[in-house]
DNA sequence: TTGTATGCGTTATCAG
DNA sequence: CTGATAACGCATACAA
């Protein structure tokens, strides 16, 4: 129904080839045949197919995006960033949530078919499975998950904000406890680490992780049964802010003041954050720019360019809930 | 570099047309050619290409999303539902926000050229433009947006739990100012003609709503304005949970306690809602289930199947806030 | 039951 | 400067 490049260069009174050429700006085109297609085009309102310029060219002009899932603000942040990005650069973007999907990889390589390169995050393919994506030619960008062979990738600070965090923490006489599962995101279990190391530095050993998944349910589930045991902790760290905001409300519920009988901390630095109460200690992220910035090195790898690995800084942002 | 159907077909020793017949189950194969043109495929790892595919056949077997912007709970759990459907219909799902954008237009077109259908949302066309799309044979399922002429609709039920809601405070003694602007979306439109009805109903007349945006800063400004003025408000009715809870930080802010000084009330019930404190009385909106039925209806139109519009359920939680 | 040939809408490579 | 024409990867009438 819509009209093609034949309708266009026959009412234009030239050939496809022309016709592509004005489009493109490729090869030399004589003004004037160059200002009939231009008004045959626009007569006709003609658009070129994606798909025919796909098939023909080698550009989808599409980026495709893997997630493990899409709920909670820090995915709808790094979508928002990489969409802007997309938009700016004239790419169509493509979502997928593996969701610990058994056909995940096949689902992967599908997606891959349809675009010029993937930003992939976190916990959604193996390693083993993004390497051979990488070996096969696709291009990738790994988002918030560590170094893959020669794969590009882009994320944030966990491990030195979580140290200085915890060291404050620390060093005000608490023991603090940690409250995420290291096995759950790359993210977390570099937040651990730092945790980790705070602890080195002074000599001190930590207590366990204490495993949640990282919504606020989670939170509140273990902060309940962690604060109504004995002795009850004075200090969590919690992996990221919707943990955090669960251990508030079990500490409400228990009737605990914060920050004077329990000191909290979050991660991500969400919009809730700033406006709990009390204000939420945590360690602020640059979650739309991660999805952007993901976004750019995808498209530079795409046309070629070199790319550099990127680790955005995050800071500890002292609020009043410690 | 991917195998293609030719070297499919032979390595099976047949042509590209029965390879096409066991790939789509289309025509008669005989078992055992049938056999030998599987393990070909196998064997080289084919993945019939969704471009060539696309282009030949008439199904782009992707469906896309147009949001305003991608920001916030609301559409996260919007883009999850439609996310979880697509992946189900094996379609792919393609993303684009629109962020008032003068080329919106042209965006949407560009988008709607790559797949089968759109699912358009709330204040991101003109109607008018939807409605062109829809004279020109694009598949449309309108979300949260009230009819244009043909094109099914999804939403859900706003009036009437406005009107339920509202009331409830009205009969309360208490005089609730609405916190949002109609002008913002369908959906906040409807909110507050319910709320006006409330007020009719009783022979009583409401008082002029404030605009906010729908952010929680938006909620915590406007917030913190009128609770500051003489003569202060007794009841907040909020657009939304966002804005509710900016209105928590605000009246935090001033030492009003929730609810014995002010009731408010949010809409949406974002998992923050029944966390906050007190818990937010808000109106629950089964969001996923929106985005995932605007996709089912979108595959049912696309494969010709007649379809009936819907409205959701939505109802009234009440909680401490109120 | 299977193969041939054509079309889908572009881009790109040649000749003119 | 311009025009044929061959890919690109697949589906599908039409023949055999």
Chains 1, 2 share one sequence.
């Not at 098939?55 to 979508?79: C, M, N, Q, S, T």
């Not at 023991?175 to 279990?189: H, I, M, R, T």
């Not at 705070?198 to 509140?220: C, F, K, M, N, V």
């Amino acid at each position: 129904m819509p009209p093609n490049i034949y309708e266009v260069a026959r009412k234009a009174g030239v050939s496809i080839a022309t016709v592509s050429r004005v489009l493109n700006d490729t090869g030399p085109v004589s003004p004037a045949t160059r200002e009939r297609v231009l008004a045959a085009m626009q007569a006709l309102g003609y658009r070129p197919s994606a798909l025919g310029r796909a098939l023909a060219g080698k550009r989808r002009e599409a980026i495709g995006l893997v997630f493990p899932d899409l709920a909670g603000p820090y995915h709808a942040g790094v979508i928002s960033g990489i969409e802007d990005l997309a938009m700016r650069e004239h790419q169509a973007l493509l979502i997928l949530g593996t969701h610990a999907r058994e056909q995940a990889e096949e689902l992967v390589r599908e997606l891959a078919s349809r675009v010029d390169g993937l930003v992939i995050t976190g916990r959604t393919l193996s390693d083993q499975a993004v390497a051979e994506l990488w070996q096969e030619g696709i291009r990738i960008v790994l988002l918030a998950r560590p170094k893959i062979g020669e794969i590009p990738c882009v994320q944030s600070e966990n491990v030195e904000p979580a140290r200085r965090l915890a060291g404050s923490l620390l060093d005000r006489g608490l023991q603090p406890l940690f409250l995420g599962d290291p096995e759950a995101s790359p993210d977390v279990a570099e937040r651990w680490r730092g945790f980790l190391e705070a602890h080195r530095e002074r000599g001190r050993s930590a207590l366990p992780p204490i495993p949640t998944d990282l919504r606020q349910e989670g939170g509140y589930r273990a902060g309940l049964a962690l604060l109504r045991g004995e002795p009850r902790p004075r200090a969590l760290f919690c992996a990221n802010d919707e943990t955090a905001l669960g251990v508030y409300q079990a500490a409400a519920q228990l009737g605990l003041r914060i920050p004077e009988e329990l000191a909290v901390s979050g991660w991500d630095d969400i919009p809730q954050a700033a406006y709990a109460v009390p204000p939420l200690t945590t360690v602020c992220q640059p979650i739309f720019e991660l999805g952007f910035e993901a976004g750019r090195m995808l498209v530079e790898l795409i046309q070629g360019h070199p790319v550099q690995d990127l680790c955005l800084p995050s800071e500890v942002v002292w609020r009043g809930s410690t």
